[in-house]
């Protein structure tokens, strides 16, 4: 099985190696048929610090890293 990979916008930086990422889906609502916008956030591991809010990122699902984190930032 493949691993989920999403693209996101940094909008936390203040952890040490760890960034939060907003993913950004748009879905079709199933009986309106309206276009609908969910922002999902993911707190995902970034080794060496250096990335910043608002820079776009990939993550890539991974096994637990802590409690909370299940990604890693690729690029």
């Known amino acids: 099985m493949s691993k989920k990979i999403y693209t996101g916008k940094v909008v936390s930086d203040r952890m040490n190696k760890t960034v939060v990422v907003a993913v950004t889906r748009l879905f079709q609502h199933t009986v309106y048929k309206k276009t609908v916008k969910r922002v999902t ?31 890693v930032v690729i690029e």
């Open 41 to 71: 956030k993911f707190k995902a591991h970034d080794k060496e610090n250096k990335y910043r809010i608002g820079d776009t990122v990939k993550i890539i699902e991974t096994g637990p890293i802590s409690k909370e984190k299940r990604w």
